[in-house]
C-alpha cells in the first residue's frame, strides 16, 4: 500500500513543472462568447476578405492547445501565412456538456483530440479537418509540417494557382 502511495504522490510531483510552464501562456479561449456565432462570423469576415477560417476548436483548459496559439504567434512566417490567407478563430469547446449543436456544426471534429484545426469556406462550409497530432513533435509543434498545413489549405492552394 506504501508503495502505491508513493507511486502516486511521485507521478504528481513529476507532472507540476509541465503544470506550472503551461500556466504561463496567455488563455485564448473567450468562454463567454457563443461558438457557433464566432464561426459564422469569422465566416462573414473570410468571405469579405477573400479568405478562408481556421477554426482553432479546444479550450483553455487543453495545455496542447495553449502551446500552439503561442507557437505560431512567435513564429513569423508562420504568423504570415495565417494572416494572409485566413480568419483565425480560437473556438472554446466545453469540456462538459459540449452542445449537440457545436458537435454538429464541427462534423464532430473534437474525436481526433484537441486542439483540432476547422478550415471553413467562406460560406461557412468545412473545407477540412486537421488532427493536430500530426504537426506536434516532442512537447511541441513542428514548424515545416505547420507551415505545410497552413498552405495546403489556403484558398489559393484549392483553386490550383
Given amino acids: 500500500m506504501k508503495k502505491i502511495v508513493l507511486t502516486s504522490v511521485l507521478m504528481?510531483?513529476?507532472?507540476?513543472?509541465?503544470?506550472?510552464?503551461?500556466?504561463?501562456?496567455?488563455?485564448?479561449?473567450?468562454?463567454?462568447?457563443?461558438?457557433?456565432?464566432q464561426i459564422d462570423q469569422a465566416c462573414a469576415d473570410a468571405k469579405k476578405a477573400?479568405?478562408?477560417?481556421?477554426a482553432?476548436?479546444?479550450?483553455?483548459?487543453?495545455?496542447?492547445?495553449?502551446?500552439f496559439a503561442d507557437f505560431i504567434t512567435k513564429d513569423?512566417?508562420?504568423?504570415k501565412v495565417i494572416s494572409d490567407n485566413f480568419v483565425y478563430a480560437h473556438v472554446n469547446y466545453p469540456r462538459r456538456g459540449a452542445a449537440a449543436e457545436l458537435t454538429?456544426?464541427?462534423?464532430?471534429?473534437?474525436?481526433?483530440?484537441?486542439?483540432?484545426?476547422?478550415?471553413?469556406?467562406?460560406?461557412?462550409?468545412?473545407?477540412?479537418v486537421?488532427?493536430?497530432?500530426?504537426?506536434?513533435?516532442?512537447?511541441?509543434?513542428?514548424?515545416?509540417?505547420?507551415?505545410r498545413f497552413f498552405k495546403n489549405w489556403t484558398p489559393t492552394a484549392l483553386k490550383g494557382e
Avoid at 50 to 54: N, P, Q, S, T
Avoid at 76 to 79: G, V, W
Wanted: charged residues 25%; proline residues 6%; glycine residues 12%.
Fill in 12 to 37: 504528481v510531483l513529476s507532472m507540476l513543472p509541465a503544470l506550472a510552464q503551461e500556466a504561463g501562456l496567455p488563455k485564448i479561449y473567450n468562454e463567454e462568447i457563443n461558438p457557433i456565432q
Fill in 50 to 54: 477573400g479568405k478562408f477560417v481556421i
Fill in 56 to 67: 482553432q476548436v479546444g479550450g483553455n483548459w487543453c495545455p496542447w492547445c495553449l502551446r
Fill in 76 to 79: 513569423e512566417e508562420i504568423a
Fill in 104 to 128: 454538429k456544426k464541427l462534423n464532430n471534429a473534437g474525436r481526433l483530440g484537441y486542439p483540432v484545426f476547422v478550415v471553413f469556406d467562406g460560406d461557412g462550409k468545412i473545407v477540412h
Fill in 130 to 147: 486537421q488532427d493536430s497530432s500530426y504537426l506536434e513533435e516532442g512537447k511541441g509543434y513542428n514548424k515545416d509540417k505547420t507551415l
